[in-house]
């Protein structure tokens, strides 16, 4: 099937919409590293992230960014995504989904390969989800010995999105504000 179309009758943020409260029910339950928080907060973020950072508000992108953690921390595949969501959205969330069958040292490069390969989109979406990681350990005491692996992610995602930033204003912003983020890390750590 070739997956969820918006139709002309729907009002503005319909797909988003949906996307947040599917998301909501499958990642109820989850907390973040801190034990306190609940997991749905960090998707929200990013897509806030996407949206009121980076000016971004196409509603493909701002549901990929809602449902980016779905296939990596829930029950839900990529079928469950495109049926609900269509081919693009489902697409975007599987470039975003790191291939845990794959050994651990060698995850993060295939992943990188990927998100580079991917839709523009998707490195986007991907600066706003290591934007949120990065914030939430630097400002949690407790996350603090993770800092280090979430600024080498920073990095990496800065590195992937640096020719989209020469095209893309959106873009553009979106590694501005990284690179903020990160030099106010690294005045804290």
Request: net charge positive.
């Given at each position: 099937?070739s997956?969820?179309?918006?139709?002309?009758?729907?009002?503005?943020?319909?797909?988003?919409?949906?996307?947040?409260?599917?998301?909501?029910?499958?990642?109820s339950?989850?907390?973040?590293?801190?034990?306190?928080?609940?997991?749905?907060?960090?998707?929200?973020?990013?897509a806030?992230?996407?949206?009121?950072?980076?000016?971004?508000?196409?509603?493909?992108?701002?549901?990929?960014?809602?449902?980016?953690?779905?296939?990596?921390?829930?029950?839900?595949?990529?079928?469950?995504?495109?049926?609900?969501?269509?081919?693009?959205?489902?697409?975007?969330?599987?470039?975003?989904?790191?291939?845990?069958?794959?050994?651990?040292?060698?995850?993060?490069?295939?992943?990188?390969?990927?998100?580079?390969?991917?839709?523009?989109?998707?490195?986007?979406?991907?600066?706003?989800?290591?934007?949120?990681?990065?914030?939430?350990?630097?400002?949690?005491?407790?996350?603090?010995?993770?800092?280090?692996?979430?600024?080498?992610?920073?990095?990496?995602?800065?590195?992937?999105?640096?020719?989209?930033?020469?095209?893309?204003?959106?873009?553009?912003?979106?590694?501005?504000?990284?690179?903020?983020?990160?030099?106010?890390?690294?005045?804290?750590?």
């Amino acid at each position: 099937m070739s997956g969820r179309r918006r139709n002309a009758s729907e009002p503005p943020g319909a797909l988003w919409r949906e996307a947040a409260a599917f998301a909501a029910r499958k990642h109820s339950g989850q907390f973040r590293r801190d034990g306190r928080t609940p997991y749905f907060a960090h998707v929200v973020r990013v897509a806030m992230t996407v949206s009121e950072m980076f000016g971004c508000h196409d509603e493909e992108v701002l549901a990929a960014a809602l449902l980016h953690d779905l296939i990596e921390d829930t029950t839900t595949d990529y079928e469950d995504i495109l049926e609900r969501f269509g081919k693009s959205v489902a697409g975007m969330v599987a470039s975003l989904t790191k291939n845990m069958a794959i050994p651990e040292a060698m995850r993060e490069k295939e992943y990188d390969g990927r998100i580079a390969k991917a839709d523009w989109r998707v490195r986007l979406i991907k600066l706003a989800d290591v934007y949120d990681n990065l914030i939430d350990g630097v400002n949690d005491p407790r996350g603090k010995a993770e800092v280090p692996k979430r600024l080498d992610a920073c990095r990496r995602a800065i590195a992937l999105a640096e020719r989209d930033a020469k095209t893309r204003a959106v873009s553009k912003v979106a590694v501005a504000s990284l690179l903020a983020a990160l030099k106010r890390a690294a005045r804290k750590t």
